[in-house]
């Protein structure tokens, strides 16, 4: 940080690893930030050297070692980090997050289960999650009706209108009786679950094996691991 200059507020958040820095602005307009003692209003402004920020009362800085877990969520859980009310959440199931504040890079909604990522790297979390990337996200999906071909290309060429969303898959193959593997490339909430109700299917199972070059693999349902240093490299190619 230049003594005279210091960095961007959006910079410190990311660096901090609290959120991506396209998630900063909406964390500063929450009122949750603030820069000594000063509620933040832009995350445009700039922190100096000795200036103290906070996160919900917490001062926070940016970290002096990244770290990198993948989790095998288990069905019931949910994603979010902040709801008090929440009586299972994933991170709980990683005791690394009692000691390192940790994000995940996206979610999976509370019926669903496998991979998802955690990390103390805002750059990581931001190249994973940014739709300009188009990380492609592979999911199992079981189903009790057989999908047809138009349904498929429905699916995967013309999309669905959802409200304000166009839910379109990358790729929708059939690999073994009931069940389908779903690529998609981007984040949108409850997007395989919207896509099949609108074809009148309902959603028996949903599991996410990968994201990216990251695979869940053998990964015990609620285990979690540390990534190793190619896996992190990978995810970031």
Known sequence: ????????????????????????????????????????????????????????????????????????????????????????????????????????????????????????????IERLTHPRYQTAKIYEVGIAVPLSGPEIRRLTVEGIRDGDDLLKAREVRRIAPGKYRFVLTEGKNREIRRMLTALDRETRRLKRVAVGRLELGDLPLGRWRRLTEKEVQAAQQ
Not at 39 to 65: K, N, S
Not at 101 to 122: M, T, Y
């Open 1 to 124: 940080m230049s003594k005279d200059e210091g960095i961007s507020l959006t910079k410190y958040l990311s660096a901090s690893g609290v959120c991506p820095r396209r998630g900063a602005q909406a964390l500063v307009e929450s009122g949750r930030v603030a820069v000594n003692g000063v509620p933040a209003l832009r995350a445009a402004q700039h922190v100096f050297p000795g200036d103290t920020v906070t996160l919900d009362g917490r001062e926070i800085a940016p970290v002096t070692e990244k770290v990198y877990v993948m989790l095998h969520k288990p069905r019931g859980y949910v994603c979010t980090l902040d709801d008090p009310h929440a009586p299972k959440k994933a991170i709980d199931l990683i005791p690394l997050a009692r000691e390192i504040r940790l994000v995940s890079a996206g979610r999976l909604d509370k019926d669903s289960e496998g991979l998802i990522l955690f990390s103390n790297d805002g750059a990581f």
